[in-house]
C-alpha cells in the first residue's frame, strides 16, 4: 500500500484506517480494515528511490484511539502519543 507513495520534502505522511478515521484532512493512504497496523511492537520504515532509509519510526504502545505522530515535519523530531491530533497530509 505505500510502494511507491511520494512525500514532499517538508510534508507529512497521513495514514489512516478504513472506516476509522473521520478527520478533516484527507489520508495519503487508507490503511484498510482487514490490515492490522499493530498499536504494539511495530514499525514504518521510509526509503528514497534508491533504497536508503531516510526516515523510520518505531513503537512499543499507542494506546487505542489516539495518534501517534511527529511534532514537526523536521525529520530530527521525535515521534509521540497524540491526545488531540492535529492531522496533516502530503499536501
Request: aromatic share 10%.
Amino acid at each position: 500500500r505505500l510502494n511507491g507513495k511520494v512525500v514532499p520534502t517538508g510534508k507529512y505522511l497521513l495514514i489512516t484506517h478504513e472506516g476509522g478515521y473521520a478527520g478533516a484532512v484527507a489520508g495519503d493512504v487508507t490503511w484498510p480494515a482487514s490490515y492490522a497496523l499493530a498499536y504494539t511492537n511495530n514499525s514504518i520504515t521510509i526509503y528514497n528511490a534508491s533504497g536508503v532509509v531516510v526516515d523510520q519510526v518505531v513503537w512499543t504502545d499507542i494506546p487505542k484511539d489516539k495518534s501517534y505522530g511527529r511534532s514537526s515535519p523536521d525529520v530530527g523530531a521525535g515521534f509521540g502519543v497524540m491526545d488531540t491530533p492535529s492531522p496533516k497530509n502530503s499536501q
